[in-house]
Structure formats: C-alpha cells, structure tokens
C-alpha cells in the first residue's frame, strides 16, 4: 500500500500563527492531537515539520512546509517523491476565500484559484489530481485588502466556529485516510460548524 501524505499549508513563525492563511497548519496539529502523532523538525536543507505515523492502518505524513507560502510545494514534493507518494495519495489542506466561514470542502484536483500555496504544490508535484480539503475563511468585509485579511487572526467572535471547523476537518482528514476521498466528500462536504 502506498503511504499518504496530508500538507497543511501555513506560513512559518509566530507572527503569523493563528491567521487565517495558516488554518492548514492549525488542522494538523488538530490531527496530531487526535492521533498521538508529534512533528519533529527536518534537520536537512528543506524547513519543514513532519510527523510520520499508522493511521487506519495506513502510512501516513503530516507535513507543514516551513518555507513561506508560496514555496510551500518545494517540501511537500521532497516528502512525496522521497517516499513514493503518488498524487492521488496527497491531500493538500489550505485556507478558502470563496468558501463561507464555517464550511470545509474536500475536492479532486482543479487549479489552484489563487492561492499561492496550491499554484507552488501545482508546480512541483507537476500536476493537479490531488485531492484539496479546502477551510472556508470567507472574504473580507469592508474596504480590507485580501491580503491584510487573510494574514490577520481571526477576530475574537469568530474563534468558537473556527474550533469547531479544526474539529470537523481533521475527523474528515480521518475519514479520508480510512475510507478514501468519495466517503469523506460524502460526509463532510455539506456540513457547516456555523451555528
């Protein structure tokens, strides 16, 4: 059985930690919780933080890249072909503009939307058939650029829904990785931790 590999996308350090573009770092160490994993830091020429373990009976790596956002698809890559991951084993987990606060969506491949986290995994994976789970963060109101936006925390109000979004994303990623990406779409797709 091949291993799987789930790459949180993020930005590395502590001023941006609990933004809205690192919600893909935030799932994975919601995974780690769940599962007992802890990520270590790679000690080669590539920043990441990897967590390796037995997850339904799978081999599975969580890796959050600790390069900057754009070139997040440069460690993602060195894991994947490091290991023999293929495409369809690696599920990319990254913040959504288009997709209302509250609401997770797991996807077959596309493009990457603009989001520089997936146009880097894009570049170097040399394809786009992997599965997305994308974490809906919503778009800014007001005169706010997107950027400011989504390299801003989330506000005090919205920290509750966002817990229960952790939640629901990684008992989908557990989904995914026992039952495979139709199960996990099935279940998750329409559920919102809104209240």
Same mark, same amino acid.
């Given at each position: 059985?091949?291993?799987?590999?789930?790459?949180?996308?993020?930005?590395?350090?502590?001023?941006? &930690?609990?933004?809205?573009?690192?919600?893909?770092?935030? #799932?994975?160490?919601?995974? $780690?919780?769940?599962?007992?994993? @802890?990520? @270590?830091? @790679?000690?080669?020429?590539?920043?990441? $933080?990897?967590?390796?373990?037995?997850?339904? !009976?799978?081999?599975?790596?969580?890796?959050?890249?600790?390069?900057?956002?754009?070139?997040?698809?440069?460690?993602? @890559?060195? =894991?994947?072909?490091?290991?023999? #991951?293929?495409? &369809?084993?690696?599920?990319?987990?990254?913040?959504?503009?288009?997709?209302? *606060?509250?609401?997770?969506?797991?996807?077959? !491949? !596309?493009?990457?939307?603009?989001?520089?986290?997936?146009?880097?995994?894009?570049?170097?994976?040399?394809?786009?058939?992997?599965?997305?789970? *994308? =974490?809906? =963060?919503?778009?800014? %109101?007001?005169?706010?650029? #997107? &950027?400011?936006?989504?390299?801003?925390?989330?506000?005090?109000?919205?920290?509750? #829904?966002?817990?229960?979004?952790?939640?629901? $994303?990684?008992? !989908? =990623? %557990?989904?995914?990785?026992?039952?495979? %990406?139709?199960?996990?779409?099935?279940?998750?797709?329409?559920?919102?931790? &809104?209240?």
């Amino acid at each position: 059985m091949p291993p799987y590999l789930v790459a949180g996308l993020g930005n590395p350090g502590p001023t941006y &930690e609990r933004t809205r573009h690192n919600v893909g770092f935030m #799932v994975l160490d919601r995974i $780690a919780e769940k599962t007992g994993l @802890s990520f @270590s830091l @790679s000690r080669g020429g590539i920043p990441l $933080a990897l967590a390796k373990g037995n997850i339904a !009976g799978n081999t599975v790596f969580l890796v959050k890249p600790l390069t900057f956002m754009n070139r997040s698809g440069h460690a993602v @890559s060195h =894991i994947a072909f490091y290991y023999k #991951v293929p495409r &369809e084993n690696i599920l990319a987990v990254h913040d959504d503009l288009d997709l209302a *606060r509250g609401r997770i969506k797991f996807t077959r !491949g !596309g493009g990457h939307g603009g989001h520089n986290g997936v146009r880097s995994l894009v570049e170097h994976l040399g394809g786009t058939d992997f599965p997305r789970l *994308r =974490i809906g =963060i919503g778009r800014p %109101l007001g005169p706010q650029s #997107v &950027e400011s936006y989504v390299l801003s925390p989330f506000d005090q109000e919205n920290i509750p #829904v966002m817990e229960r979004v952790l939640d629901l $994303a990684a008992d !989908g =990623i %557990l989904c995914f990785l026992e039952r495979g %990406l139709s199960a996990a779409m099935n279940e998750f797709n329409g559920i919102t931790a &809104e209240t």
